[in-house]
Antibody
């Protein structure tokens, strides 16, 4: 079964750095695009960006560019979402997603279980 | 950025009713419009892709239609387990965007 497994919940202080991860059980992980979606408390879904695990080509949502960094380590089938200086407004649930079509413009067939980030 | 406008925002229905949720795009997205279901405290789940393509494992009472700028998700003969928030998503143009969601409550 194809799965994306995310790292656990984080509680951080304003100004701290953070990296959360998403590991895929997908065969040929490096052939897929993996994206990130934010959901702030009680709110809807926002697409943050997507990375090609094979060569780390990244497409960012302009709303998030410069605020976060998306990276990948294909040797361990893992994608990361990183902040250098957290704000209280980064408090949210973050999901990693994968279009199984192999193209970044596909539907998000697979979702991780979510990583809850709390910043105070 | 393509804006997706869903309606209604909220709907309260009785079991066995049929409901239709609408998603309107601010620009033509062709068939690159997908629907998700998110139950309380769960990750979203893909229901329909490319406007009308069914997904293995999703009950047949869920169906999608539309193209261009106007799309619908229909849920026939609602069941209690369909209580959730439903989102549309376009993957035609970057940045990809989601609709604001439609919360469905079962009376």
């Amino acid at each position: 079964e194809v799965q994306l497994v995310q790292s656990g919940a984080e509680v951080k202080k304003t100004g701290e750095s953070l990296r959360i991860s998403c590991q895929g059980s997908i065969q040929t992980f490096s052939s897929y695009w993996i994206g990130w979606v934010r959901q702030m408390p009680g709110k809807g879904l926002e697409w943050m960006g997507i990375i090609y695990a094979g060569d780390s080509d990244v497409r960012y949502n302009p709303s998030f560019q410069g605020q976060v960094t998306i990276s990948a380590d294909k040797s361990i089938s893992t994608v990361y979402l990183q902040w250098s200086s957290l704000k209280a407004s980064d408090t949210a649930m973050y999901y990693c997603v994968c279009p199984l079509s192999g193209a970044y413009w596909g539907a998000f067939d697979i979702w991780g279980q979510g990583t809850k980030v709390t910043v105070s | 950025e393509i804006v997706l406008t869903q309606s209604p925002d909220f709907q309260s229905v009785t079991p066995k009713e049929t409901i239709t949720i609408t998603c309107r795009a601010s620009q033509d997205v062709g068939y690159s419009l997908h629907w998700y279901q998110q139950k309380a405290d769960q990750s979203p789940k893909l229901l329909i892709k490319h406007a009308s393509q069914s997904i293995v494992g999703v009950p047949s009472r869920f169906s999608g239609d539309g193209s261009g700028t106007d799309f619908t998700l229909t849920i026939n003969s609602l069941e209690a387990e369909d209580a959730a928030t439903y989102y549309c998503h376009q993957s035609e143009n970057l940045p990809f965007t989601f609709g604001g969601g439609t919360k469905v409550e079962i009376k």
